[in-house]
């Protein structure tokens, strides 16, 4: 009795075995893998009095703005980008895992918003011969309020990427984070003026070139006089921690006094011709110039004014 037990035992046995045996190879539990590299940042944006898009494109990478946002410094943009391993052969479909558009959420609970994720080159496609794909990219589109509403820092998020294989349905989700940097506006002060000092003329024209460090020197009918301060132009340049930002000067400035004119030209400045802000978001700029002063030039006090501009990279 026991051993006929056994027997029928070891049987159902077996036959359960070969009902194992004859699944189909593709019910295996193949789950598509999304291989992340990197999130998604848009860099530095300026608001101003109202509101302005800024978009970041895929698979280019390239940023514009439109409306009142103004693009900053290209410092630290990345697409999203990743790969996709799967079974080969297998079709996959990329849609997305949380809803659109979405907060990014900065200082003091400050919002903008993320309507539009775009992901390239395509959003299907079946597993090659390597089972892991080429690389794919997601670029956005932000909103961006003014600048009342919109204080300078740090604004992130997340977007959730699902990947299917319809055929064996089965998702995988994988988050990016979404950041971008508001700006503060940047701004120059000046400190202090051009001062060329005391200059004595002489039948022959000469000039006086002042560099940004502050040294002076004269070339032909020229000489130097001590009576007056001397020195560069200074200013204080202020906006986003290590942004770097473009520095223009003038081509010539006409100073002018009751009897007659001077030019001012070859403006030079340290930095020069971009500047980078330091971490508390600050720089001094120094600019020099080059003083034309012709034969016989009348006595008197000259000045006159120039504008220096600087801009966010």
Request: glycine share 14%.
């Amino acid at each position: 009795m026991s051993f006929s037990a056994l027997s029928a035992l070891s049987r159902r046995f077996f036959l359960v075995a070969l009902a194992l045996a004859a699944l189909p190879a593709h019910s295996q539990a193949w789950v598509p893998v999304i291989n992340k590299y990197s999130d998604i940042s848009l860099g530095y944006v300026i608001p101003s009095a109202f509101g302005g898009t800024v978009v970041l494109a895929s698979p280019s990478g390239s940023r514009s703005a439109s409306g009142g946002a103004t693009l900053g410094s290209s410092a630290g943009v990345s697409l999203g980008s990743f790969t996709l391993s799967g079974k080969v052969g297998d079709n996959w479909f990329a849609s997305a895992g949380s809803p659109v558009p979405f907060p990014l959420v900065g200082p003091g609970g400050a919002t903008v918003v993320v309507t539009a994720v775009d992901c390239q080159p395509a959003t299907s496609g079946t597993f090659p011969s390597t089972g892991t794909t080429g690389y794919y990219y997601l670029g956005a589109t932000v909103s961006v309020g003014s600048s009342a509403i919109t204080p300078a820092g740090t604004y992130t998020g997340s977007y959730t990427l699902n990947v299917m294989d319809p055929f064996k349905g089965a998702i995988t989700p994988m988050a990016f984070s979404v950041q971008i940097q508001i700006a503060p506006v940047i701004s120059l002060t000046e400190l202090t003026g051009l001062r060329f000092g005391a200059v004595f003329t002489s039948p022959a024209p000469g000039t006086v070139v002042l560099s940004p460090a502050g040294t002076l020197s004269t070339t032909g009918g020229v000489s130097l006089g001590s009576q007056l301060p001397v020195g560069p132009a200074t200013f204080s340049v202020t906006g986003a921690a290590n942004a770097t930002y473009a520095i223009t000067l003038p081509g010539s400035v006409v100073l002018s006094s009751p009897d007659g004119t001077l030019t001012v030209t070859a403006f030079t400045s340290s930095p020069g011709p971009t500047g980078r802000l330091d971490l508390a978001g600050r720089q001094t700029l120094s600019v020099g110039g080059t003083l034309n002063v012709a034969a016989g030039q009348p006595d008197g006090d000259y000045a006159g004014t120039f504008s220096v501009t600087v801009a966010y990279n």
